[in-house]
């Protein structure tokens, strides 16, 4: 099955840190996580030299899944130039077209 998430919630960097990225890591997640879309503060763990943020880019480096940072978040906390690299800047159109690009069977919001 692949999965996406919308990470929301203030609680997400601690489901991300210990429980989604070290499950993907070890190749033990149970899903293929194809796609991520960070929203709101969220943003920033996508950030360069980040302990999350550079596990995210192994990640995509490995696995090509797709890491998305809300725009409108971006703009607001002006982190656009300390993204990583495999992290794009974009909006709703631009995930529905990803998403599809690589179909995805289940979007969960955490």
């Known amino acids: 099955m692949k999965v996406a998430y ?8 601690t489901i991300l840190d210990k429980m989604i990225i070290p ?12 796609g991520m879309f960070f929203v709101f ?9 980040s302990d999350i943020g550079d596990r995210l880019q192994k990640l995509h480096d490995k696995t090509d ?6 725009d409108q978040c971006v703009e607001e906390r002006q982190i656009g130039d300390k993204l990583i690299e495999g992290a794009a800047v974009g909006c709703f159109p631009l995930l529905y077209t990803a ?3 690589v179909g995805v069977d289940q979007v969960i919001t955490l």
Do not use: W
Not at 41 to 49: A, H, S
Not at 65 to 70: E, F, N, P, R
């Open 41 to 49: 503060d969220n943003t920033y763990l996508l950030e360069k030299g």
């Open 23 to 34: 499950q993907m890591e070890q190749g033990i997640h149970g899903a293929e996580v194809v």
């Open 6 to 13: 919308v990470i929301s919630s203030a609680n997400t960097r």
């Open 65 to 70: 899944v797709i890491l998305l940072a809300c």
């Open 99 to 101: 998403l599809q690009s």
